[in-house]
């Protein structure tokens, strides 16, 4: 798949604790390497969901919590299939339903890498 600086990456699931709805927005970083975590909305407050000043600018939107201005930065996002979290990836306006395309427990890998690498079979790409 092509990305570009500008390409839009929503992760969401249920949280496997508080039982609610996380949605976290990416992007690519400007050099195409990585992963800019922007702004994450829930709708509980627990274990594994930010708090702090320090996470980035939190509000209110309705009956959910956002916190904005994470600018947080990720080589690879690293994540795994679980038991009713229903966890399921956008890239754009394509939808990927990772909970119905891989067994509970899987390991699922995103990262950016350069297209000749796919086609030399040295990596992969969603």
Do not use: C, W
């Amino acid at each position: 798949m092509e990305v570009t600086s500008d390409t839009e990456l929503a992760i969401s699931f249920i949280h496997s604790v508080q039982k609610t709805l996380v949605e976290e927005f990416l992007t690519p970083d400007d050099e195409l390497d990585g992963f800019v975590l922007h702004s994450t909305r829930y709708h509980s407050f627990g274990v594994g969901l930010p708090f702090m000043e320090s996470d980035g600018a939190f509000r209110q939107e309705g009956n959910a919590f956002v916190m904005d201005d994470m600018n947080r930065h990720f080589k690879e996002l690293n994540l795994r299939t679980g038991v009713g979290t229903e966890l399921t990836v956008r890239i754009d306006e394509q939808t990927f339903r990772l909970y119905e395309m891989f067994e509970a427990g899987q390991k699922i890998d995103i990262i950016i890498e350069p297209r000749y690498k796919s086609f030399l079979g040295k990596g992969g790409i969603i």
